[in-house]
T-cell receptor, first 113, second 115 residues
Framework: GNSVTQMEGPVTLSEEAFLTINCTYT??????LFWYVQYPGEGLQLLLK?????DKGSNKGFEATYRKETTSFHLEKGSVQVSDSAVYFC????????????FGKGTRLHILP | DAMVIQNPRYQVTQFGKPVTLSCSQT?????MYWYQQKSSQAPKLLFH???????NEADTPDNFQSRRPNTSFCFLDIRSPGLGDAAMYLC??????????????FGEGSWLTVV
């Protein structure tokens, strides 16, 4: 079956540091890939997505590239801010009608001023 | 403006007392989902509707039920809440038009406390 594995947290960085959160997936088909972010006490928001191999999703300085050969979708940001502190979920969706999404376990990110 | 609206944001209920959480959407999406999220865990899908077609996840307890009276509204009913049901419940929607990579839109969540 389909699954998502992402690096365990928490990840603690200083402001302006470089961020990488690793994500790999297993899928029987050709999924779409997502990063969602959850700020404290809130629901999930889409951060970025990619729907085919070599696509790069980007938003708010975050980037992730769909790598089919390594089944990965790592999240990166060149210079993090305190406001980026949140939980980040990698996810995949198969190409079925119902858009069902499978989440990784989430990575909590703490940015220190 | 919020597109997926959940009410109430915070609900306290007594052990065993039925509770209903509501969700409405302004997106006219075909699919509505209910997720349960416990502290420091990923959201867990309970069930979803594709239009009026109900789809239950295999491991969702019978204690959890859902209704979707029309496109815009969906309800989560917990018939006899136990202490283990304390969690945040997330409603979400998506187009469900067969296009790969549709975004799922989440509400702000409803926090349930069982006392």
């Amino acid at each position: 079956g389909n699954s998502v594995t992402q690096m365990e947290g928490p990840v603690t960085l200083s402001e302006e540091a470089f961020l990488t959160i690793n994500c790999t997936y297993t899928a029987t088909g050709y999924p779409s890939l997502f990063w969602y972010v959850q700020y404290p006490g809130e629901g999930l928001q889409l951060l970025l997505k990619a729907t085919k191999a070599d696509d790069k999703g980007s938003n708010k300085g975050f980037e992730a590239t769909y790598r089919k050969e390594t089944t990965s979708f790592h999240l990166e940001k060149g210079s993090v801010q305190v406001s980026d502190s949140a939980v980040y979920f990698c996810a995949l969706s198969d190409r079925g009608r119902d858009d069902k999404i499978i989440f990784g376990k989430g990575t909590r990110l703490h940015i220190l001023p | 403006d919020a597109m997926v609206i959940q009410n109430p944001r915070y609900q306290v209920t007594q052990f065993g007392k039925p509770v209903t959480l509501s969700c409405s959407q302004t997106l006219n999406h075909n699919v509505m989902y209910w997720y349960q999220q416990k502290s420091s865990q990923a959201p867990k899908l309970l069930f979803h509707y594709y239009d009026k077609d109900f789809n239950n996840e295999a491991d969702t307890p019978d204690n959890f039920q859902s209704r979707r009276p029309n496109t815009s509204f969906c309800f989560l009913d917990i018939r006899s809440p136990g202490l283990g049901d304390a969690a945040m419940y997330l409603c979400a929607t998506s187009r469900g038009d067969g296009f790969s990579g549709n975004t799922i839109y989440f509400g702000e969540g409803s926090w349930l406390t069982v006392v």
